[in-house]
């Protein structure tokens, strides 16, 4: 049995009226058209609903029965596109973002806040990972969106271009290194090295240029607020990309750029699986970290 909405309110409109002209003309319908639409409900269902007389209409037993049931259907109905209008319009819905740290605490969180702002009724997530759980997160389903770099497996998804994120040196300020305008690679060969762990983007970065990729290090830590501790308390010092930078505002430290001819960057990209369409409240975000990546250029 297939029964339509025009059916149902239909029915509900006749119950309500008890009069086929003044139900046909509350749903926009002439009258013929009308006593059709209840006919055709009847004959769907199987049973009469309405006894009908020159002067009343006046529902079956079925007919009585039926009635709340359609009324209960309707307001499913009603719910269910109004929750759909909600969410195209944002103002309900959910978005879930997977972002490496850095990002997460340098450049996400004033465009949460101005989403937030404008789509208040939307739930917001924020994963903070490393590269390869960022990626994972996106694949499975957990996050609508990546902001990361590339993962040495990208099968089912998708990437957008952000920035490319050029390296600096963090250094102690009594460091001979400090006052330089710039420092080539080549001359940190020799210099303990605080490093990442090899599964940080910032590490796999470093590993795709020839003289970077050879550095040994003396320590490899998996956070950056770890980094700043150990080159503060002079064990080393670190090469980390510019989104970074805000760490490592100490004080007792210094930040040097790479001279020119060592093009050291971390390519970064808005991640989501293929062939999988957002919902309206996520692609809303996505596209508004397109807007804002003038910001990283």
Known sequence: MNLSSRQLRAFVALVQERHFTKAAER???TQPAFSALIKSLEEAMGVRLFDRTTRRV??????RLFNVSALRLLNDMDAVMGDLKDHVAKRRGRVSVAALPSLAAGWLPAIYAQFH?????????????????????????FADIAVAARGQDMTGLMVQPLCEDAFFV????DDTLASRASIDLAELKSRPIIQLGKGSSIRQSLAGNPVSARFDSLLEVDHLA??????????GVSLVPAMTLFHFQHPELSIVPLSAKDTVKRSLFLIRRKEKTLSSAA???YD?????????Q
């Open 58 to 63: 006046e529902l079956t037993p079925e007919g």
């Open 170 to 173: 963090v250094c102690r300020r």
């Open 117 to 141: 702002a404008e789509f208040p009724g939307v739930h917001l997530q924020l994963h903070d990972a490393l590269l390869e759980p960022c990626l994972d997160l996106v694949r499975r389903g």
């Open 283 to 285: 692609q809303a975000f």
């Open 226 to 235: 770890t980094v700043t501790g150990l080159v503060v308390a002079g064990l």
């Open 288 to 296: 508004l970290l397109l807007e804002q990546r003038k910001q990283l």
């Open 27 to 29: 749903c926009h319908q």
